[in-house]
């Protein structure tokens, strides 16, 4: 049942390794596929090609002035321009509102950037010829004027994207950039609810979009312990699963467009496909400088926001957890939904993501978002990909490598971060 605060999801926008359209990842995962390829990216004390593959995508006319900016937007920021791009597509260009009502939040999770890659060239340039591994400064300096990308430190911002949809879609209302880790998607969209339930806005964009798939990064994250050892290769990631070991990086970009019930009306659209019941962020440990996890990283959240809506667990058809493949990350966050659940447990499906598209970073939670709508309106969610059997004491929880039928239309999709930062929005499918 929709509740009166509900707000109104009119688009949708999402790229990933599965496909370039919100339809052809739904399709996708329908089918059990994963886009977790080998990259070849060389070799290095964990499996660095265990990424997933990289998505070029179609940009659009604009005029000549915006489109010479389109060189600020480094590999992610142009997964999420093209996220956005699909959501907007959603509702038309004849909405009627105006610029100053139009909000914009976009939350970045990226890395694209991260290392010294832009230098290569030119510092292969000055060894060649020398005889030796020695770098000439002189002739160092000279090639970094030719070979080096003049606008390397500004392609590392992380509000570009924020910029450069604010001035092509003309996004004049309120506005921030976010720059999280997992759950920034869901604080753009909470953002972004907001502006509309308080009468900031007609309409509002939350965009999320991560690349983690840089060889830096790979390492960073292997040191924190959080990769999987890729034994197995793709079917590796095994979220939920007794045998987890981690997650395996992977890319793109997430758009959803919330509207007024004003614009609704204005529009002529008949029936939005779902709606935004509410929202809940949390912190779930007392240091923000910890990287374990709280023995219930998410039990909060969830909570709060079925309280927000005013519905139990029962009164859901599915619930989507983070999912991230770690060990004590998974096992906290099944104690969790255990104790949200309650006598729920046996009648509500669980259903981990993640295993199709890799970690995406703050893409990720409205990703899943975009896909439990597509399979909640067909009332059965596929199974998690690759889970066969979850530590004994989680047994009464409903997870299943098979399809599942739903009882109800309304889902809560969770989310959380290193430090215990906790994001979970429900959602009403029409």
């Not at 990259?39 to 179609?58: K, N, T, Y």
């Not at 900016?69 to 093209?82: D, E, I, S």
């Not at 590796?236 to 614009?263: K, N, W």
Request: glycine share 12%; charged share 20%.
């Amino acid at each position: 049942m929709i509740n009166s605060d509900a707000i109104p999801l009119v688009g949708m926008g999402l790229i990933t390794s599965l496909g370039r359209q919100t339809a052809e990842n739904h399709e996708a995962v329908k089918e059990g596929r994963t886009g977790i390829r080998h990259l070849h990216r060389g070799e290095g004390p964990f499996h660095l090609q265990c990424g997933a593959p990289s998505l070029d995508p179609v940009i659009p006319p604009m005029p000549k002035k915006l489109h010479s900016q389109m060189k600020f937007l480094n590999r992610g920021a142009r997964l999420g321009f093209h996220a956005a791009l699909e959501a907007l597509s959603c509702l038309g260009e004849d909405h009627g509102v105006p610029p100053e009502r139009r909000a914009l939040f976009v939350a970045s999770g990226d890395h694209t950037q991260a290392g010294c890659e832009f230098m290569l060239p030119a510092m292969k340039d000055a060894i060649a010829g020398s005889g030796s591994s020695r770098i000439d400064q002189a002739k160092l300096n000279q090639c970094a004027m030719s070979r080096v990308n003049p606008f390397f430190l500004l392609d590392s911002l992380q509000n570009n994207l924020f910029s450069f949809l604010s001035a092509h879609c003309q996004f004049m209302g309120p506005n921030t950039s976010l720059a999280s880790f997992s759950p920034g998607g869901g604080h753009a969209l909470e953002l972004a609810a907001r502006s509309i339930r308080f009468g900031q806005a007609d309409m509002a964009l939350a965009v999320g979009y991560g690349s983690w798939i840089n060889e830096i990064s790979l390492y960073e994250l292997h040191g924190l312990g959080l990769l999987s050892s890729c034994r197995h290769g793709a079917a590796s990631y095994r979220p939920l699963d007794r045998g987890r070991d981690g997650f395996i990086a992977g890319e793109g970009g997430a758009a959803l467009l919330l509207v007024s019930p004003r614009v609704v009306k204005e529009a002529g659209l008949q029936s939005p496909p779902a709606f935004l019941q509410g929202t809940g962020n949390c912190i779930e440990t007392a240091s923000s400088h910890s990287i374990r996890v709280p023995r219930d990283v998410t039990f909060r959240v969830m909570q709060k926001t079925l309280e927000v809506c005013g519905m139990n667990a029962e009164d859901l058809g599915c619930l989507i957890p983070h999912g991230s493949g770690s060990r004590d990350g998974d096992r906290s966050e099944l104690n969790s939904i255990l104790k949200v659940l309650g006598d729920a447990a046996k009648k509500v499906p669980v259903w981990g993501l993640k295993a199709h598209t890799g970690h995406m970073g703050a893409a990720s939670d409205l990703a899943e978002i975009i896909l439990g709508i597509e399979a909640v309106r067909e009332q059965r969610i596929p199974g998690t990909l690759h889970f066969e059997q979850t530590e004994p004491e989680f047994l009464p929880l409903r997870i299943s490598s098979a399809p599942q039928r739903l009882r109800r239309s309304s889902f809560l999709s969770v989310s959380y971060g290193i430090g215990g930062q906790s994001s979970a929005a429900v959602i009403e499918v029409k």
